[in-house]
């Protein structure tokens, strides 16, 4: 099963690239832009017997190893592949 | 006093603490490969700076899974000495055997410039050398070096004087512009709540020398020495 694994800067971390870009962004004339957060996409194939054991062996891998949950936050989909 | 220099794939800066301990100090050093199992009798370990595993990922968050660090958890959990240097620091962040997390300077740039940090709390291990409010001039050489940790967690750890270390300007003031990466509370410096495992950004193995950077960097190292050789005379002294 295919997993795509979404990390990103928590909220309340300063996100020092997302404000870079944001900046640049501005500076080509999209003025109507904000909150540019700056995060990881993970692709993994799983096997697994079920989504939900893929979904749990996924929520373990983004506890472990994938985000670190003390700077950043982490959503993902499962997909059969 | 027996020493550990831990070398992971991508260290940088093992050389230079393996030659402030031994060289220097005087101290019984040796490398210790991330393969390794044990630590060699050592009775501090020291992660040092580096890249470890290449950073991938996060800086820190791979080395932390290296086969020695199974036993520098145990060690630290038995109360053993550690500290790790700038990604040492990383690594026991990401090991979780420190509070936090250090992440992308404030700037964007990786930053190689001396700093002052200010010793916050000379009651312990690692700074008991020096006095509370002693400032030290040491280098710091790192992307990511903005420390961060939630704002109750902060709160509490420097209620409990885990806050050993924070950068601040040549007078001793703490300020934003003498903050060089942005960490929360300009924190340079930490320690577990047992105050047995320490980790900071700047670089003391490199401040050894008159000739190179000064010896402020000493002061960190000599503590440890200094809280070794007392914790053995109580051992002593308990065993007559």
Known sequence: MLVKVFVTPRRDILDPQGRAVEQSLKSLGFKNVSDVRIGKYVTLNVEASSPEQARAEAARMCEQLLANPVIEDYRFEVENS | ?240
């Open chain 2, 1 to 240: 006093m027996k020493w550990g220099v831990i070398r992971f794939p991508g260290s940088l800066d093992d050389g230079d603490a393996l030659w402030a301990l031994g060289e220097v100090m005087g101290q019984e050093a040796r490398a210790l490969w991330h393969k390794d199992e044990t630590l060699g009798g050592a009775e501090c370990v020291v992660l040092p700076g580096g890249f470890s595993y290449g950073d991938y990922l996060r800086c820190g968050a791979i080395a932390r899974f290296s086969p020695i660090m199974r036993a520098v958890a145990r060690f630290a959990a038995e109360g053993g000495l550690v500290i790790g240097i700038c990604n040492g620091f990383q690594i026991l962040c990401e090991a979780h055997l420190l509070p936090g997390a250090l992440t992308r300077n404030r700037s964007l740039s990786f930053i190689c410039q001396p700093v002052t940090v200010r010793v916050e709390n000379a009651a312990t291990p690692f700074t008991c050398a020096a006095r509370t409010g002693d400032l030290l001039r040491l280098p710091i050489k790192h992307g990511e070096g903005r420390y961060v940790a939630p704002e109750a967690e902060l709160d509490a750890m420097e209620r409990r004087g885990q806050v050993l270390l924070r950068y601040v300007d040549p007078r001793g003031e703490a300020s934003d512009a003498a903050n060089p990466n942005g960490s929360m509370r300009s924190i340079a410096g930490v320690a577990n709540e047992r105050f047995n495992v320490f980790g900071l950004m700047p670089h003391p193995e490199h401040a050894v020398e008159r000739a190179l950077f000064g010896q402020d960097g000493l002061k960190l190292f000599e503590s440890i020495v200094l809280s070794r050789s007392s914790s053995r005379l109580g051992e002593e002294s308990a065993a007559r």
